[in-house]
């Protein structure tokens, strides 16, 4: 049984909702986040909900997991408000079934009283994209 959000570190809400995003479990991964919610995916793609997130995740990939390489609190941070970064390299596989690996990601977290009220993610999948398609 995993603890409450408001009884783990900022950096274990983040950690334990990447896990959940990832399975994909978007139903399991919001039970870690705020009412109010604000996600901004790359291109600047706004979103209010994990399911956003898979359903985004599901067009571009065939399928995709994260593999976290270090979690970061911001020194300072607060029980009210603490910034936590995620870093770390993407793998899975393009649409068309083509495998992939090393894709690097930075996502910054906002948690707020045990829960992610800010979700920002950057990642090289555009690029990557770009050379895919010999631009």
Known sequence: MTAEPAEMTPAAVVDEYLRRLMIP?????????????????TGGRRMREPAE??????????WVKKRV?????????TPERTVVYSLGSLYGEWPDGT???????????VVCHGRIAQMD????????LLVRAGL
């Open 99 to 109: 495998a992939f690996e090393g894709n690097r990601y930075v996502d910054r977290y």
């Open 69 to 77: 390489e270090a979690t970061e609190t911001v020194a300072g941070g």
């Open 25 to 41: 479990d978007p139903v399991a991964a919001s039970r870690l986040v705020a009412s109010d919610l604000r996600i901004r995916f």
């Open 53 to 62: 997130c898979a359903a985004f995740n599901a067009t571009r990939y065939r």
């Open 121 to 128: 993610v950057w990642n090289d999948s555009a690029e990557w």
